[in-house]
């Protein structure tokens, strides 16, 4: 890709070139996911502390037909506050780009950009998956496949809730994206710690997690690093509460032919009617500490790559 495209920070640009931490971070989690203010708040907090663990922010994003790497404060209060920014997939980056157009990033696109610049690590809040009922609908998520063709590390708290999470990994696992839990063998639903499906690899340090992705490069595996890292316990809305209100609103979404982009977004409006501030006070706080684990990380990486 030409990179004659990428707008970085000088903040950014510096610690690439002198192989200091950098931390790259999806930015639909505040145009989409979030309402305001809550998003411009976490926003400013997820950089604040990734910023005091020694590592630098790097919010990616378009503008006005620019990748936009490690925005300042006006342009990331623009997006929080609906300044018309799509959502934008891996698939939708060439038209966004090419029409002078603004979009916050997916995992997918995030994860596809950020990796063009070298920034090995990425944390977000839950990745997409295969969705329930795929096998009428063919729904699964672009993330998937970016994850098996971008190396890295990608730190999240499981996939969202709403989706098939048992064929998530399956299918995960049929791409060749390892996936190590953070202290857990249990892969996390997003808003729950637990989903049930265990995990064969479980690590638990910083330092343990880049040990495995070194150990992935110098094996040639080009795939992404998945990071099972649960939503903190004091924050979680446990599956036995929030899995009837999926199934519910699932069922609303057929009845009502939401589909494609517009299902998870739906779903989850629903899961925060029935749940309200708890479900904002769960997402801003897994968000956070998958932020503040993906900077110790890029921490140790540095630390490795300048030993």
Known sequence: MDLNYFKMSQSVARALKDKKPVLALESTIFSHGLPWPTNYELAQNICKTVSGAG????????????????????LIQKMCAGGGFIKTTYRDIGYVLSKGLSGGTTVSATRHLSSLVDIAVFSTGGIGGVHRNAVLTFDVSQDIKIMS?????????????????????????SLGVPIVGYNTNNFPAFYSRESGCLIDNVVHTPEEIVGV???????????????????????????????????????????????????????????????????????????????????????????????
Do not use: Q, W
């Open 55 to 74: 590592c630098v922010p790097a919010i990616t994003m378009i503008h006005n037909g620019f990748v936009v790497v490690g925005p300042e404060d006006s």
């Open 149 to 173: 063709k971008a190396p890295g590390i990608i730190v999240s708290s499981g996939a969202k809730s709403i989706l098939d999470i048992p064929k998530t990994i399956e299918h995960l696992e």
């Open 213 to 307: 992705y070194f150990s992935n490069r110098r094996s040639s595996i080009s795939s992404s690093l998945l990071v099972a890292n649960p939503v903190p316990k004091n924050d979680e809305i446990p599956l036995d509460k929030i899995e009837p209100v999926i199934t519910s609103a699932i069922n609303d979404a057929e009845n009502n032919g939401v589909s494609g982009k517009g299902l998870t977004p739906y779903l989850l409006k629903n899961i925060v009617n029935n749940f309200g501030e708890k479900c904002l006070t769960a997402n801003t706080s897994l968000a956070l500490h998958n932020a503040a684990l993906g900077a110790e990380i890029s921490v140790e990486i540095s630390r490795f790559n300048n030993g």
